[in-house]
């Protein structure tokens, strides 16, 4: 029986890859070897002068843009791909869906792979809440163009949203209430200390890969941070443009489900992958 395909989680801005472990153990339960880099846009040394006491609001630093990340993973997909032979399924969480998808060059993906005689490469992305940009387009470019649509989501839910002009970072000054409201409070609060900032994501996506690689998005109808409207939303613009159907899951989760509902992502995700291997 051949092995399971690898599974690389692209995690989202202002996280480190510890709360993605619970989902990695679980995905490992289920027979994955898992990988989760540290992303340097999100890498605390990377974002402030001092990190053994960062100051967010202090003179700004030179900040990794996000194709940055993007190299981060497509020198993992070189290693598990190219040297090793090995299937890969990406999963993008939030700003995670811009770094998987820039990612999935096609002299990774499968399919491509697969007519050149080569074994391995991506069977596709798994989103989890994730941004799905068009071509050209950067994360914040098309937040912001968007704001007006989630306008009235963002001042119930994410009102208290930190953007320090001065340094070009945001910090989200109340994490419990916007990204981790569906965990114990004790919980919530442990995760919230491990976020970082986020500088402004201005990287325009190069690759064209939701024409190429099979995908599927868990809405989650609990998310503070992207409304489930406006994650439908995206889910049908890139079915349009790329001619492709997304095969959707659904949990009532926020925009860290898989936090609150480890096991539930981690089935979804499987069953997934094992659809495309």
């Not at 890498?43 to 190299?71: G, R, T, W, Y």
């Not at 320090?164 to 114990?184: G, I, Q, R, Y």
């Not at 609990?222 to 001619?243: C, F, L, V």
Request: proline share 7%; glycine share 6%; aromatic share 8%.
């Amino acid at each position: 029986m051949a092995p399971k395909p690898a599974i690389v989680i692209v995690h989202g801005s202002y996280h480190t890859p510890a709360p993605y472990d619970g989902l990695r153990k679980t995905l490992e339960s289920h027979g994955h070897e898992t990988y989760c880099p540290q992303l340097p846009s999100a890498e605390l040394k990377n974002l402030v002068a001092n990190p053994s006491a960062p100051d967010f609001d202090s003179d700004p630093i030179s900040h990794p843009p996000q194709s940055a990340d993007s190299d981060v993973i497509k020198a993992l997909l070189k290693t598990l791909v190219q040297d090793e032979g090995k299937t890969v399924l990406l999963v993008a969480h939030s700003s995670g869906g811009w770094s998987a998808t820039e990612s999935a060059v096609p002299e990774f993906q499968s399919e491509a792979r697969k007519k050149g005689g080569k074994e391995g490469g991506i069977i596709g992305i798994f989103h989890i809440s994730a941004f799905l940009i068009a071509m050209g387009e950067s994360v914040s470019g098309t937040f912001f163009r968007d704001l007006q649509e989630q306008t009235a989501w963002l001042t119930l839910h994410v009102r208290r949203l930190h953007q320090s002009f001065k340094s070009n970072l945001a910090t989200v000054n109340d994490p419990p209430h916007s990204f981790f409201h569906d965990l114990p409070s004790d919980e919530a609060e442990k995760w919230s200390r491990t976020l970082t900032a986020c500088p402004f994501l201005r990287s325009p996506l190069t690759n064209d890969a939701y024409s190429a690689v099979p995908a599927a998005y868990l809405i989650c109808e609990g998310d503070r941070i992207i409304s489930p409207q406006y994650q439908e939303t995206m889910i049908k613009a890139t079915e349009e443009k790329s001619g492709r159907k997304i095969q959707v899951y659904r949990c009532r989760g926020g925009h860290e489900a898989f936090l609150s509902s480890t096991k539930w992502c981690a089935d979804a995700i499987a069953e997934f992958a094992s659809k495309n291997s």
